[in-house]
Structure formats: C-alpha cells, structure tokens
C-alpha cells in the first residue's frame, strides 16, 4: 500500500463516484435559496474560490450548521485513572473521524438510527472532521451535532483543507488559490476564521498533498497560517506531507524539512502536526528532540496510525510511542476510528467493537492486557473529564436510538440520531469492582427516561457491586441535591445506593441510600448531599448490595444540582421558513425558526406536532435556534397542524410552548408510498452504509450503498408506518434496479402485515421463482406493521439479500 493512500482513500472514492463535477457550495442567489428553504440543509463544503463567496448571511443551510455547545474545561486526576498504566499529561490523541461524505451530510442528524455515534470521547483530545474530495470540495466544515457532542466533552474539532495528488484529481491551482492574496490579507483565511467562529468549532486540518509546489508556495502557505492565528487565534493542525522546499515528501517524523510549519523561528505556524504512518522509534526520538529544541512539546505531535481498514486489528509500535516505564514519546494521532461501525454488522456489535478499541478486550479500562496487539487505548491515555460544574445531569443518552421518550413517556416511535443530544458517556465504561460476581452494565436501547437509551445493570447478585461512571470536580453546597431516577421489574427494593467520593480521599465512596421502587414505571429519588457542604466531588457512582439471582434496574437519570429543578423562559417568535412536499397533500418537510429564551440556562430545545388527541408527537431538538424538520405527516384530511417548541432547562425542567401553524393545500393523496422514510428494521445489514432505511429513503441511483443488504441466516426487513393504513400493493426493488446483476434479484419472498405488534403475520403476497428487477403486488388490506420476508435472495448461492426500495402504497 502506497503511504499516502489512508489519507485519499475517501477522496478517491468520492472523486471516481462524482467524477469531474465540480459543485461549489457558495453563497446561493435568491432564487436558489427560495426554492432550498423548506429541504434538508447539509453541512458545508467549499473549493478556494468559492468559499470567498461565502456569507451566512446569504446561505440557507448556514444557520443550521450552528453549535451552541461552548468548549467545557476539563478535568484529570491522576489518582482516579483507571488503568495505573494510563497517564495524564503526557501522549494525546487526535482522531480524523469521516461522519459522513463531503457532500449530502446533514446538519441535525436524521431518522436514521444507523450512525456513528462516538461514546469515548473521554480519551480524546482533538477530533478532526475529515472529508473534502477534488470532486466535490476541499473545504469541508464539521456538522454541528459533532462539534455539539465534541465540545460537551471539552474535545476540540477541526474541519478539513484537503488538497489531493493530481492522480486523485489535485489541482496545483487550488493550492495557489488558497494562498491569493489581497493587500496584506489573505482571502480564503479569513473565511476560515469566519467560518470557525460563526459554526462555533476550533480550527483547521490542514492536509496538502498536491506535488509541484515550490518553495514560494510552501512559505505562503506558512505566512497564511500564521495570518490567522495573528487574526483570530485559530487553531491548525499540520499533515506531515508538503515540505519547506514544496515538495511533497512524507517525513515520518519532525525534521528540519517539515518543521517550518510547526514553529517557524520565533512565529507559532500551527498548534500540531499529525506525522505520516511509517514512523519509527529512531524517528520519533530525534521528533521529540527536535520538538523541544523549538520550544514546543512533543506531545503537540500526533503520531499516526491507520485502521480504516482492519481497526483494532492493526499492527503498532506501542512500546516506541508509549515506553514502558518512561515518559510518552509523542502524541497518538488516530486515522478513521469509525471502522468500528464501518465495520459492524448491526448496533450491538459495533458497540462491542468500539469498546474493544477503546478499552481493550475485556471491556473494563481498569482490566488492560498491556501484551495483547492491540490493549486498548485507555491502557495508555488516561479518562480526563468535562464534568466540573453544576448541574450535572445524564441520561445515559447516546444520540441515538429507535424511538424518543420525554420524561419518561414515549413521543416518538422510529429510529434516530442527532448527536447534539447526545449526554456526556460515563467516564469509566465499564469499571466494577466486587468480591463475588461482577454485575454488567449496559447501554440498553429497549426502555429511556429521556432520549432513546438508558443504562441497565443486570447480572447475578452475590456481593456488593460498586460501578464507577464518572469523574468530577463539583463543589457541594448547602442546596446540593442528587437525584436518580430509576426503573425496576417489579415493586420492592432497589438493593441500590449512589455512591460518591470527594477530592480529599478520591478512592474513597460515600454511599446514600436509594430506597424501594413504589411500582415499575420511572421513579425519582431525591438525595440529600448537604452534609457533604463544602468538600468537592471527585466521582459519581453506584452501589448495589444484595442478593438476587437475576438482578435487573434501570438508571433513566443522575442530576446533581443546587437548589431546584429550574424552569426555562419559553422561546418566543416561532416561524416556518419554508415548507417542501415531501409527498403533496400528505407530508412536508419544515425549516423553524425562533428566538432563543433568555436566561442563557437552556440546554435544548425540543420541537413537537399537537395531534387531535391532545398529545404530541416529537419532531425533533436542537439546542440551536433553527431546526429541519424532516417530515410532517398531515393526520386524515386536517387543514392545518399546531407545532410547539419548548425549552429544557439544564436541570431538565420545561418552558411554556412557542407555537404556529403549518397549514396544508389541496386533499391528501389517494395513493402514496406510505412506507416512504418511514422507521424501518431489519434482521441485520452487510455493512454500516447498508442498513434498512436504505430500503425506505426513495432512492435507487445512489450507487450499490443505497440498499438494504443483509447475510443473516433469516432474513427479514420490517416497516412501521405509524399508524393502520389502507392499503393497495406494494412494490419490491430488487438489485437490477439499483444497477446491480440480475443474478442477484431476490428469487423467493413473502410480504406479511399486521395492525399490533402482538398481533400475528399475515401474509398476503408469496412469491417463487422471481427474476425481475422490480416486482408489483396488487392486495386489498389494513396494517401499520408491512414486512419482506426472503427465503432466497438471489438466483445463484449467493447470500446476499439486496433490495432498493421496499414501498407500501395506499392511503
């Protein structure tokens, strides 16, 4: 493998699929910007020249693209790592994670529940959102769920400035286009500095892999970055690839050819270099070396490792970057993580696959084989925590999930993901101490107090259970209370306590008693931490004593907080930006509006339909000002629908709504593909970019990526379209008409529907013996729940089910 392939590998893909096209994501005219104001906003990406036309001011998707999550401080006390091999302060990590493409990545998340959604950012110190293509955009600005979820946890992100090889579509130009100069300004710098300051994220990647540069080239490039640090104080971090002279010739190290762009002479030119792949301890030694010479610390430098392509089973020189028994070498710089759900086969085992990357094999940081290829990273970087002021409060919310509860009642049915709601992951995932059997704890997707997960402790209950979740410096007050909500199977003891230590003896827990459980929905108990006024707390855990051969509790919710639960101002001035049909007469999309509440105590905002029931259905949240709503279902022939927004507090208490009125044209539709982007599950998927909502997003031309697939041994896909629905036929895309052989249309199925989820299947198409590419099955019945049941998925041995779109058409 060529050296510089990792780092063009998305490029080159992007490149052969978009071929020569050359969009520029520029400021739009009005025309444009009309007809955008009721669809999906994404995130942005420019060339050189077109970022200059940039303004928010007349970009559509830009107010959407906005974090409203400030950089967190963080805290790390060396006495509370959980492996004693792990260190504070020295080696950090930097991570270039792709979310997403370049282009079509959007901004608030998606119905999707099938996303990235990173739970270890307690090991991280940088992220970089990596992407950018010669086909689509060099510049590529991070959405604002990551930067959102990032600085919750006091991680700082970069966007990307990506400029290819020729044989990957570079152009030199670009690169001279990106240095212009206007007087003594530097154009395209300042819409950097614009950029990163208007979205709310911290700095530039900057990667220059075009060869046939000179050394002009090379000093402009330096003279830019140290413009806008001058200017704005924006953070960049540096690919070793260009060097001094222009050339591009990969160092594998900090040297005197490359070092010009980490600290030229007494000038700072970047914050960091992330050092190409093939370095070595001779290498990294005279790095440090050099490093320190220029007064900067070797831990600026990231040394890089590639697992895109086999993640955790990457060979790496752990003795030379982290040496036993002395000081770190460098920093660790991380080439695309997200193999872990790239990766994965469905949710459960890429989060088996991420915490085996993370914290090793055993699943608990504390429990590192420091021989094993491949430890885990918390063997080496020790937990720092962004959890040091008041309130506090989790819900052990992902960012995803397959439904949405608000305080403990079910608003939503269907998959998701909006990282901007993601909560702060515990800090230690998972460390159990016991002197019998070690009770597990688990992110659980079945039941949330707020959100779509919650965390579960089940396991044999033999001895007392002592779970570590988080890190913290919070002061105790005299109105400090802890609050857990909590859920069991039935009535009676929780066997459970809190536990927390203070700063003054860190590894020692203070327990407070939970109490019994009156029934078995979601309960609220109210600890009192006043006697604990004026010490500070070091770690937020739980305890659980007892006996039970299959102990089993929910924790919905920790909050600790001073005084009481406040409630929001509401927000005010709701508006519709526009609307776009998603089918007419049936189902838009919404771009909202509003001002924020004042107070500044908001954490986020959530976006509701009134129904005719008098409850609501949830839309959506953000803890922006703006929100896309995806779709609107119109409810029977109803001529206008009330949405609300309302404000959460940062101790989850609610504001009065907001309201306004989305009214609808025309009759519904007679006929409509009901199934339509609506929640679909599956009996598995080939890979992450594969999952069932492919078979429901309307679309066949997105290349083999837009399918579902599957390998399981059954295969089943299954759509919920929220309520029963008359329906007419339903039609199968099979893989001819999404461009594939047709060998590989599916050969026997059957589609099945039911109006209860306890009800049984009935089946009202059987087929055998298919060879078209996309089927018709006329059927005269009601149902909500309408599943593709394969018994054979291809014409040959192949064991692939591929299907395009699966729609139920009705009214």
């Known amino acids: 493998m060529s050296r510089r392939l990792p780092l063009l590998l998305s490029a080159a893909l992007a490149t052969a699929a978009l071929g020569a096209v050359t969009p520029a994501h520029a400021a739009p005219s009005p025309a444009v910007a009309a007809a955008a104001s009721g669809t999906q906003p994404y995130a942005s990406y420019w060339y050189p020249n077109t970022i200059l036309n940039w303004d928010p001011a007349t970009d559509p998707d830009a107010r959407f693209n906005r974090s409203r999550v400030p950089l967190q401080p963080r805290t790390a006390d060396p006495a509370l790592a959980a492996n004693p091999n ?18 079509n990545n959007p901004s608030q998340g998606s119905a999707d529940p099938n996303y990235y959604a990173f739970g270890y950012w307690q090991y991280v110190d940088k992220l970089v959102f990596w992407g950018g293509s010669a086909g689509e955009g060099l510049i590529l600005a991070p959405n604002p769920t990551v930067i959102d979820a990032a600085h919750r946890n006091g991680v700082k992100v970069y966007g990307t400035v990506f400029f290819p090889p020729a044989a990957y579509g570079g152009q030199l130009q670009w690169v001279r286009d990106f240095v212009q100069k206007s007087g003594n300004r530097y154009p395209v710098a300042d819409k950097l500095a614009q950029a990163a300051q208007y979205y709310g994220f911290d700095g530039w990647f900057i990667n220059q892999e075009t060869g046939g540069g000179d050394q002009a080239l090379a000093t402009e490039l330096r003279n830019l970055m140290q413009y806008t640090k001058a200017q704005s104080g924006t953070d960049f971090m540096w690919y070793d690839a260009m060097t001094a002279s222009g050339a591009v010739n990969w160092q594998n190290a900090l040297t005197s050819a490359n070092s010009p762009f980490l600290q030229d002479g007494s000038k700072r030119t970047s914050d960091s270099m992330f050092l190409n792949f093939d370095w070595t301890a001779g290498g990294l030694n005279s790095s440090r070396t050099l490093a320190r010479q220029l007064g900067r610390s070797e831990y600026e430098l990231y040394s890089g490792i590639d697992t895109e392509a086999n993640g955790y089973n990457t060979s790496v020189g752990w003795n030379t970057l982290f040496p036993p028994g002395k000081p770190h070498t460098t920093s660790l710089g991380l080439y695309r993580p997200e193999w872990t ?272 029931d008098g409850s609501r259905t949830f839309l959506g949240a953000t803890p922006n000002d703006a929100y896309f709503v995806g779709r609107l279902d119109r409810a029977g022939a109803e001529t206008s629908t009330t949405l609300d927004v309302e404000a959460v507090s940062t101790t989850y208490g609610r504001s009065t709504s907001a309201s306004t009125t989305v009214s609808w044209n025309g009759s519904p539709s007679t006929s409509t593909n009901l199934a339509l982007n609506r929640p679909a599950t599956a009996s598995g998927q080939c890979n992450a970019d594969e999952g069932p909502s492919k078979a429901v997003n309307g679309s066949v031309s997105g290349g083999t990526s837009d399918k579902w697939c599957t390998l399981t041994s059954a295969k089943w896909l299954e759509v919920d379209l929220g309520s029963a629905k008359r329906l007419s036929k339903f039609v199968v895309k099979h893989a001819q008409a999404g461009g594939e052989s047709a060998a590989y249309n599916t050969r026997d199925f059957s589609v099945q529907v039911r109006s209860n989820p306890t009800d049984p299947w009935t089946t009202v198409a059987d087929v055998t013996g298919n060879t078209a590419g996309t089927t018709t099955h006329p059927v005269n019945t009601t149902a909500r729940y309408v599943r593709l049941v394969i018994t054979k998925p291809t014409q040959n041995t192949d064991p692939a089910a591929r299907i395009y779109e699966f729609e139920a058409w009705g009214a």
């Open 86 to 103: 792990a260190r504070t302060g020295e080696g950090r990590i930097a991570s270039l994670v792709s979310f997403g493409p370049t282009s």
């Open 341 to 612: 759900w790239k990766s994965a086969t469905d949710r459960a085992d890429f989060y088996a696959k991420d915490s085996r990357y993370w914290v090793g094999a055993n699943g608990d940081p504390s429990r590192i084989d420091l021989s094993s290829g491949w430890p885990g990273l918390a063997g080496y970087v020790a937990e720092s925590s962004p959890i040091t002021a008041k309130p506090f409060v989790t819900n052990f919310n992902t960012g995803q999930g397959d439904f949405y509860n608000a305080a403990g009642t079910r608003v939503a049915t269907g998959g998701w993901n909006n990282l901007s709601l993601q909560d702060v992951p515990p800090t230690y995932r998972w460390v159990v101490d016991s002197a019998g059997s070690r009770l597990s704890p688990s992110v659980d997707f079945t039941d949330s107090y707020q959100g779509g997960s919650s965390l579960r402790l089940t396991g044999t209950l033999d001895a007392t259970n002592t779970v570590r979740l988080y890190e913290t410096s919070l002061p105790v007050t005299a109105t400090t209370k802890l609050d857990l909500v909590t859920k069991t199977p039935a009535a009676g003891p929780t066997k459970l306590k809190a536990a927390v230590s203070f700063t003054d003896a860190p590894g020692s827990f203070t327990t407070l008693d939970v109490g019994a459980d009156s029934g078995t929905g979601w309960e609220r108990h109210t600890l009192d931490l006043s006697p604990y006024a004026g010490r500070t707390i070091a770690q937020i855990g739980l305890q659980v004593a007892g006996s039970d051969p299959a102990y089993d509790l929910r924790v919905g919710q920790v909050a600790l907080y001073d005084g009481t639960t406040e409630t929001p101002a509401a927000p005010g001035g709701l508006t519709v930006l526009g609307a776009s049909d998603v089918t007419p007469g049936s189902s838009q999309s919404l771009r909202l509006s509003w001002t924020a509440a004042p107070g500044g105590n908001v954490h986020h905002y959530e976006v509701y339909r009134r129904n005719a």
